[in-house]
């Protein structure tokens, strides 16, 4: 299964170079290794830029994040928050082609945050799963997610 991972990424980088703060790099690094664990192939673009090192263009990172939701089975998004400079308008467009296209979408959401209501509405154009997650890229929030693709997993194998 292929898991397309949408997050942040501008956000979670250093005000003075464009690379992922080292605080919030054992998340990710801990949520790719569970992903692997489980025998999952996944798209992060944090990872694929290397944290922010390798950073692509504009028309590079487009059409490589569109190839990613397309050819991804299940989409986890973690919108953003305050923490992270609000929700990332690239969250946004993604979720655009996952919704156009079909795509089996988990969203994490935070109370005491206000989210688009056009967010919150995707369940009426697409298979649309909305989880309560207030520990934004924190242990319960990898346990979460590690929870939503062991059932999606299940569901793929029919169990």
């Known amino acids: ?12 980088c ?32 944090i990872k694929r830029e290397n944290w922010g090192i390798d950073h692509k263009g504009p028309e590079e990172c487009t059409k490589s994040d569109y ?11 973690i919108p953003g928050n305050n923490e ?4 990332s308008g690239g969250v946004h467009v993604e979720l655009g082609w996952a919704s156009a296209l079909g795509k089996k979408i ?12 056009v967010l919150l ?4 154009l697409t298979s649309t799963q909305y989880h309560k997650c207030n520990a934004f890229l924190k242990k319960s929030m990898l346990d979460e ?3 939503i693709v062991k059932d999606e997993l299940k569901l793929k194998v029919g169990m």
């Open 121 to 124: 509405g995707l369940n009426s």
């Open 84 to 87: 992270s400079n609000g929700i």
């Open 14 to 45: 250093d005000e003075t170079r464009y690379e992922v703060k080292e605080e919030y790099k054992p998340f990710f690094t801990n949520l790719t290794n569970k992903l692997e664990e489980m025998g999952c192939d996944y798209y992060l673009a």
């Open 145 to 147: 997610i590690e929870k």
């Open 106 to 117: 988990h969203i994490l959401l935070e109370d005491n945050f206000s989210y688009s209501p």
């Open 67 to 77: 190839e990613g939701v397309k050819n991804s089975d299940i989409l986890i998004v």
């Open 1 to 12: 299964m292929k898991v397309f991972i949408l997050c942040p990424f501008t956000g979670l």
